[in-house]
């Protein structure tokens, strides 16, 4: 079982680039982070903006993708709902730092964040590395990899949603990338 699936620039630049110019007409807003039951913001962990692209035909394809990673990458979790992608917008000196995004659902809620994909829109940054905490010892002195395939438009990478990842602090320029959620019943 993989720790990951990447598909490096599986999607044209074109098209990513159409996103990018679709997402910057949204109303982006400060992004904030689930603590204790509350969204709240916290820049000392993420310090970016988000906006919410609703479009059933980018959903549509875009679970083309997760649905391949889920059984190439040997998880197959029972999923059954995508969430609304939102694409989130960085700047020289913004990050998210280590997260998971699993256990954002309240108790009324039947369905659990299982599987998460993050789609990179540019690629004229520097910084801004996606990384993932890999299945080691917590000692061990090796405890991420750097996912260089994601410094690229069109690169997708699909992960169980309760993996820890970050976005490390931008040097230069902007980088953009639209993530979605796959929700499933509890794991048992």
Same mark, same amino acid.
């Not at 807003?29 to 709240?40: I, L």
């Not at 395939?149 to 602090?169: D, L, Q, W, Y």
């Given at each position: 079982?993989?720790?990951?699936?990447?598909?490096? +620039?599986?999607?044209?630049? &074109?098209? @990513? =680039?159409?996103?990018? =110019?679709?997402?910057? +007409?949204?109303?982006?807003? &400060?992004?904030?982070?689930?603590?204790?039951?509350?969204?709240? %913001?916290?820049?000392?962990?993420?310090?970016? %903006?988000?906006?919410?692209?609703?479009?059933?035909?980018?959903?549509?394809?875009?679970?083309?993708?997760? &649905?391949?990673? =889920?059984? +190439?990458?040997?998880?197959?979790?029972?999923?059954?709902?995508? &969430?609304?992608?939102?694409?989130?917008?960085?700047?020289?000196?913004?990050?998210?730092?280590?997260?998971?995004?699993?256990?954002?659902e309240n108790s009324s809620e039947d369905l659990h964040r299982k599987l998460s994909l993050s789609l990179t829109l540019k690629d004229n940054f520097k910084g801004g590395d996606f990384q993932v905490q890999k299945w080691v010892?917590?000692?061990?002195?090796?405890?991420?990899?750097?996912?260089? +395939?994601?410094?690229?438009?069109?690169?997708?990478?699909?992960?169980?949603?309760?993996?820890?990842?970050?976005?490390?602090?931008?040097?230069?320029?902007? %980088?953009?990338?639209?993530?979605?959620? @796959?929700?499933? @019943?509890?794991?048992?």
């Amino acid at each position: 079982m993989l720790m990951y699936y990447s598909m490096p +620039e599986v999607l044209p630049k &074109e098209f @990513c =680039n159409g996103l990018y =110019n679709v997402a910057k +007409e949204l109303d982006a807003v &400060e992004a904030e982070v689930h603590k204790k039951g509350d969204s709240v %913001r916290m820049d000392k962990i993420r310090n970016s %903006r988000i906006a919410w692209l609703s479009d059933p035909e980018l959903m549509a394809m875009l679970q083309m993708f997760i &649905e391949k990673a =889920n059984i +190439e990458a040997e998880w197959n979790f029972d999923v059954s709902q995508m &969430e609304i992608p939102q694409i989130s917008f960085y700047t020289k000196g913004q990050k998210y730092d280590w997260h998971v995004d699993a256990g954002v659902e309240n108790s009324s809620e039947d369905l659990h964040r299982k599987l998460s994909l993050s789609l990179t829109l540019k690629d004229n940054f520097k910084g801004g590395d996606f990384q993932v905490q890999k299945w080691v010892h917590p000692q061990s002195g090796d405890r991420f990899s750097t996912l260089k +395939e994601m410094r690229k438009a069109g690169s997708i990478v699909v992960f169980p949603s309760f993996v820890f990842h970050r976005v490390t602090k931008v040097l230069e320029g902007e %980088r953009a990338s639209l993530v979605m959620w @796959c929700r499933g @019943c509890p794991f048992s």
